[in-house]
């Protein structure tokens, strides 16, 4: 048995270009498929946000509408419930990466507010890359990966191949046209490589030791991937 750190923001707003905070948190089902996954297949998961806050869900991830439906909604908020971990995060600074098998950072808006800027979360993830542990990173938890430089000041992410949450997508939510910014396009100045998916449709890239997904669909398929790295 391993342990799995799952890194989680802290936020539950995302400030937008006019200043207003828009509510959000993490994504449910981008935390529950892995969570269900590692669990069942023998991992322990422990939970890490900066400061060590206790996250929060975006109330929008627990709509039927974006769950196929009220029975899964339904199901998805129930697995929330047995998901203690989220309730008793460590402070991320304080973590230590051997400690850890893999590292999971799951999405929602969030990571966008508050992992994209947060220095102990790119020292973190840096590590992690350096390590060859296997990293899984899913929908707008890329956006984590900006704050990932290395020595010479340029992101440890550049040259890489991943899947993240498109302009499409951010489109399509109606969010598009009044964030501060786009995760694609962020991400490609950093000089990552953006592989685009069909919108909401399960995507996941890997790329050495690096598996990303696409959306909240790609989330379970992602969790698969890291499992067989962990053997």
């Known amino acids: 048995m391993s342990k799995i750190l799952f890194v989680v923001t802290g936020a539950d707003t995302w400030t937008l270009?006019?200043?207003?905070?828009?509510p959000t948190g993490f994504w449910a089902e981008e935390a529950v498929a892995p969570y269900e996954a590692f669990r069942a297949a023998g991992h322990d998961v422990v939970v890490a946000t900066p400061g060590?806050?206790?996250?929060?869900?975006?109330?929008?991830?627990?709509?039927?509408?974006?769950?196929?439906?009220?029975?899964?909604?339904?199901?998805?908020?129930?697995?929330?419930?047995s998901f203690a971990e989220l309730r008793r995060p460590v402070r991320l600074e304080d973590v230590r990466l051997d400690d850890y098998a893999a590292v999971?950072?799951?999405?929602?808006?969030?990571?966008?507010?508050?992992?994209?800027?947060?220095?102990?979360?790119?020292?973190?993830?840096?590590?992690?890359?350096?390590?060859?542990?296997?990293?899984?990173?899913?929908c707008h938890g890329p956006a984590a990966l900006l704050a990932a430089a290395g020595a010479d000041g340029e992101n440890v992410f550049a040259g890489y191949e991943v899947a993240a949450f498109t302009n499409a997508e951010e489109v399509q939510g109606g969010l598009?046209?009044?964030?501060?910014?786009?995760?694609?396009?962020?991400?490609?100045?950093?000089?990552?490589?953006?592989?685009?998916g069909e919108p909401w449709a399960p995507h996941v890239v890997t790329d050495r030791?690096?598996?990303?997904?696409?959306?909240?669909?790609?989330?379970?398929?992602?969790?698969?991937?890291?499992?067989?790295?962990?053997g």
């Open 17 to 22: 270009a006019d200043g207003t905070e828009h």
């Open 52 to 81: 060590g806050v206790e996250p929060t869900v975006d109330r929008a991830s627990l709509a039927p509408e974006v769950n196929g439906g009220q029975e899964n909604a339904d199901r998805i908020a129930k697995a929330l419930e």
């Open 104 to 138: 999971f950072y799951p999405g929602g808006h969030g990571p966008m507010e508050d992992l994209a800027v947060n220095a102990d979360s790119g020292r973190l993830l840096a590590r992690a890359l350096e390590s060859g542990r296997p990293l899984g990173v899913v």
């Open 176 to 196: 598009a046209d009044r964030a501060k910014w786009l995760l694609q396009d962020r991400l490609t100045e950093a000089g990552v490589t953006v592989r685009a």
């Open 209 to 230: 030791n690096l598996v990303t997904g696409q959306n909240p669909a790609s989330s379970a398929p992602l969790a698969e991937e890291l499992l067989k790295r962990l």
